[in-house]
Nanobody
């Protein structure tokens, strides 16, 4: 099982990034996917979730209207479009694949929002 995040980097406040998480080694379409983030000195927190079919999506309140999660079950990839980024969005962003008791994590991608 492998989850590989990409797309992070340094962006100015108000800017945008599109994070990707490429999955392999399991049946991607049978797993709910989610994005999480962890800022320095803070606990990891849930950003957004998307169901297997993509029909059910949920966001952390502070991300609503700024972040968009989506998935491509043909390319086995989940995305996170992050707009209107703020310095407090600085964190390592992780994707997760979940199905019942099974849970897989990627290695994370760093997002830094700074002028």
């Amino acid at each position: 099982v492998q989850l590989v995040e990409s797309g992070g980097g340094l962006v100015q406040p108000g800017g945008s990034l599109r994070l990707s998480c490429a999955a392999s080694g399991f049946t991607f379409s049978r797993y709910d996917m989610s994005w999480h983030r962890q800022a320095p000195g803070k606990e990891r927190e849930l950003v957004a979730t998307i169901s297997m079919s993509g029909r059910s999506i949920n966001y952390r309140d502070s991300m609503k209207g700024r972040f968009t999660i989506s998935r491509d079950n043909v390319k086995n990839t989940v995305f996170l479009q992050a707009n209107s980024l703020k310095p407090e969005d600085t964190a390592v962003y992780y994707c997760n694949a979940g199905r019942g008791p099974l849970s897989y994590w990627g290695q994370g991608t760093q997002v830094t929002v700074s002028s």
